[in-house]
Structures are given as C-alpha cells and as structure tokens.
C-alpha cells in the first residue's frame, strides 16, 4: 500500500435526481490535483448479451438484480489493494454490456457513487464514509423530467410512466431503506454546500493524519 495507508472509500446514495453525483463531483472538484477517483455503479449493470433484445427492454434498472456487485466489490477489493481494474461500460443503447473496458489506476480516495450502493452488506463494509442524499420525492421527479427530456429525447408521459410503475416504488422498497446505514444525511444534495464543505474538510483530515 501507498504510504502503508489503504485507500479511503467515500460511498454517496440517494434516489434518482437526489444530486448524488452532484455530491459525487462537488468532493472530486474539490480534490481536483489529489489521488482521487470516482466509481459509478451505473458502469456495473449486469452483461445481459445472452438475452433477446426484446427481453433486455423489460430490466428493471432500480432493482437490485440489475447490477453486477460481486464485480463491483471484487474491484473495490482490488483498489483497495492499489490494484489497476478493468472498470466495464455498459451500452444502453443496445442493454447490455460493451465489449469496451476502461483502465482504472488505483487513488488514495475512492467515491463510490450510484443509487444502491448501502444495499448490499459486503460493499457498505468495505466504505470509510457512506453518505445518504436526502431529497423530496417532488425535487427529484422535477429533475428527472428535465433530465431526461432534454438530455435523453424522452417524452414527457414516457418519463412520467416510468416512474410512477418503477422508480418511485423500486425507491422506496430498495433505496430509502438504507439510509439507516449513513453516516452523514445531506438535504437537497448539491445545493447543500456546508455538508460538502464538512465532507471534503473530513476528507482532507484523514488523508492528512489518518484515521
């Protein structure tokens, strides 16, 4: 290990449009020239290349199944470890798994970032820091309607559609559970600039004196 420290593991959750990966990049900015790296569960999505095409249309992204963690946790084990990962891409045009890879070298700091990343015991074990984005079921649709309509082409019923039948109930059965597994609580995600402050202050204290 680097300097005999292990590395120190940042996990940031919440619900889609919570401003978990504003969080997410506010802490990188602010270590911006550091040993840092951010990892988004959204690249672990299971290889669904064994199913029809018409099958993979029917996941259920904010189900727990649809992610690939003992993957994700055997590379967190690895950077851990200050071993380089083959971090996969996942194609959501196609539903599956891109045959592309990306080389990630090891940091001192890892942001482990995506919507349900407290679910499983064996990754909340292996995080330092596990941060909960606590944001108004109201806020969140609102962004995820702007979102999606003017960066993904979506209609405004489709979005509404899905999330009314899948993301708001896969929330509340599989997400917002696991706020009890936080250590810190942040309202309204990246507007909140004194938890982030208090985070990245944290942050910068452990990697000056350790735990």
Not at 56 to 65: I, Q, S, V
Not at 82 to 95: G, L
């Amino acid at each position: 290990m680097e300097n005999g420290k292990k590395p120190i593991v940042i996990g940031v959750t919440g619900g889609s449009g919570s401003g978990k990966t504003s969080v997410s990049r506010a802490i990188f900015n602010q270590f911006s020239g550091h040993s840092i790296l951010m990892i988004e569960q959204d690249f672990y999505y299971k290889n669904q290349s064994h199913l029809s095409f018409e099958e993979r249309l029917e996941t259920n992204y904010d189900h727990p199944f649809a992610f690939d963690t003992d993957l994700l946790i055997e590379h967190i084990h690895d950077l851990i470890q200050f071993k380089k990962i083959e971090k996969p891409v996942y194609d959501y045009a196609a539903h599956t798994r891109s045959d592309q890879t990306i080389i990630q070298e090891p940091k001192e700091v890892i942001i482990l970032e995506g919507i349900l990343i407290l679910e499983d015991a064996r990754l909340r074990d292996l995080m330092d820091i596990k941060v909960y984005v606590d944001t108004d079921d109201d806020i969140r649709i609102i962004r995820r309607i702007k979102r999606d309509m003017e960066e993904r082409g979506r209609t405004l019923d489709s979005v509404i559609e899905q999330y009314l039948s899948v993301v708001k109930p896969m929330y509340h059965q599989f997400i917002e559970p696991t706020k009890k597994y936080a250590d810190i609580i942040i309202p309204e995600g990246g507007q909140n600039q004194v938890a982030i402050d208090l985070m990245t202050t944290k942050i910068g204290s452990i990697l000056t004196n350790g735990k």
